[in-house]
Antibody
Framework: QVQLVQSGSELRKPGASVEVSCKAS????????LNWVRQAPGQGLEWMGW????????TYAQGFTGRFVFSLDTSVSTAYLQISSLKPEDSAVYFC????????????????WGQGTLVTVSS | DIQMTQSPSSLSASVGDRVTITCRTG??????LNWYQQKPGKAPKLLIY???SLQSGVPSRFSGSGSGTEFALTISSLQPEDIATYYC?????????FGQGTKVEVK
């Protein structure tokens, strides 16, 4: 069965960096995009962007350029989210989600999700 | 970015009630609209894709409708396990956006 398993909670000080991993299993990793979604405490879902698992090319949403980096290790079917120069407002749960496409020009959605990784930024 | 406006932001209904949540977009998105359910402390779950297609395994009491700029998610008979926050999400643009969410509670 399709599974996305994320790394555990992280506590960092402001200015530090953090890496969240998302390990996929149960499907062909290269055939589906990988999205990242942020949810601040008590807030809604915010799409951060996605990474093409065939080419490694990332696309970032507005507000997630510069300090946020998406990467892959296809040899272990794992995607990574790195956040640098952490700020207290980066404290949130970060989800990875598989991107399913109905084909060129078709509907896309996030059909499987990781369990979420809580990142807390506090001095 | 394509703006998404959900209403209401929260609602309280009785078990068995028919519940409708609406999502309006700032420009026409055809039927490139998905709905997700998120229970407290859990990851979101895809309910409806392409405006009205039911994701596999989702109970048939959930349905979606609409196209263009106005969409709706309907729960035909609210059940206690439907307590959650519901989000619409557009994928017309290569840059996805989510609605702000609608929290559904049981009276």
């Amino acid at each position: 069965q399709v599974q996305l398993v994320q790394s555990g909670s992280e506590l960092r000080k402001p200015g530090a960096s953090v890496e969240v991993s998302c390990k996929a299993s149960g499907y062909s990793f290269n055939n589906f995009a990988l999205n990242w979604v942020r949810q601040a405490p008590g807030q809604g879902l915010e799409w951060m962007g996605w990474i093409n698992t065939k080419t490694g090319n990332p696309t970032y949403a507005q507000g997630f350029t510069g300090r946020f980096v998406f990467s892959l290790d296809t040899s272990v079917s794992t995607a990574y989210l790195q956040i640098s120069s952490l700020k207290p407002e980066d404290s949130a749960v970060y989800f990875c989600a598989r991107g399913f496409s109905e084909g060129s020009g078709g509907n896309c959605n996030a059909d499987y999700w990781g369990q979420g990784t809580l990142v807390t930024v506090s001095s | 970015d394509i703006q998404m406006t959900q209403s209401p932001s929260s609602l309280s209904a009785s078990v068995g009630d028919r519940v409708t949540i609406t999502c309006r977009t700032g420009q026409s998105i055809s039927r490139f609209l998905n709905w997700y359910q998120q229970k407290p402390g859990k990851a979101p779950k895809l309910l409806i894709y392409a405006a009205s297609s039911l994701q596999s395994g989702v109970p048939s009491r959930f349905s979606g409708s609409g196209s263009g700029t106005e969409f709706a998610l309907t729960i035909s008979s609210l059940q206690p396990e439907d307590i959650a926050t519901y989000y619409c999400q557009q994928n017309y643009s290569a840059l996805w956006t989510f609605g702000q969410g609608t929290k559904v509670e049981v009276k």
